[in-house]
């Protein structure tokens, strides 16, 4: 498949007429898969390309659309994935990255300038894990180093103090609280960077599967807090690296 630029520059070479042209460009906006139609130009308008969020699709729609992907020797990165689809991609990529916690899996990374800095996510509770590791795995997918805080809930505010020199000295936090989510807030009140904080859906039945959370953090008294939607550790990662890397994408 010819590259938009290759395109042009046939065009413009006289080696193509304009409605030869006109049909390759659109050929090489979306790869129609059938059931998917995979955006070609997602890199070239975002920084950065497709990623496959997995529940609600087959084993063999991920790994069709991922193999896709690497086939056009683009990195990829799934998020949500079932146990068998986990299983049929590290059965077909070998080379690939699987983070059973986060449940996701990624081919390749994005190719980013290496940075000294480094985004902090901090979690409240064990059972906060898989979302602040669908963040770290986020982050490491696209070239964004990341610190991992566990266990640092505001139950026990000693557990975020013995960490919060270094929590200090990174370039974005992320806080990931289910329950009353008031580590968001505590955090903020700490350090001078932004607190990207993500609700869970961790909690008792007064907690709404997170609703709870999300409300609490919405509405932190705190300055630099803003918020995510319950268990999107993938989204405060993306917004973390926008942050962090600033014109990085």
Do not use: W
Not at 19 to 30: R, Y
């Amino acid at each position: 498949m010819k590259k938009i630029e290759d395109v042009l520059s046939d065009f413009k070479a006289g080696k193509l007429s304009e409605k030869e042209a006109l049909k390759l460009i659109s050929d090489a906006q979306t790869m129609d898969l059938g059931h998917t139609k995979i955006d070609r130009s997602r890199r070239g308008r975002t920084g950065v390309g497709e990623v496959v969020y997995g529940a609600g699709k087959t084993p063999a729609q991920i790994l069709e659309i991922m193999e896709a992907i690497v086939s056009e020797g683009s990195p990829v990165l799934a998020t949500r994935l079932s146990s068998d689809a986990m299983e049929l991609l590290e059965s077909k990529f070998p080379q690939g990255r699987a983070n059973l916690i986060a449940r996701t899996f990624s081919v390749g990374a994005e190719n980013r300038e290496s940075s000294e800095g480094f985004v902090a996510i901090v979690s409240a509770g064990t059972s906060d894990m898989p979302v602040a590791e669908e963040a770290k795995a986020t982050l490491e997918f696209l070239g964004v180093n990341a610190e991992c805080f566990y266990d640092c809930g505001v139950a026990g505010l000693h557990r975020l103090l013995e960490n919060i020199g270094r929590i200090r000295e990174a370039q974005v936090v992320i806080a990931v609280a289910g329950m009353e989510g008031a580590l968001a807030s505590v955090l903020a009140g700490l350090v001078k960077e932004p607190v990207i904080a993500v609700p869970t859906s961790v909690g008792y039945g007064a907690s709404f599967g997170g609703i709870a959370a999300l409300l609490s953090m919405m509405n932190s008294c705190a300055n630099g807090v803003s918020v995510v939607n319950i268990d999107n550790g993938f989204g405060a990662a993306y917004n973390a690296c926008l942050i962090a890397g600033k014109s990085r994408l």
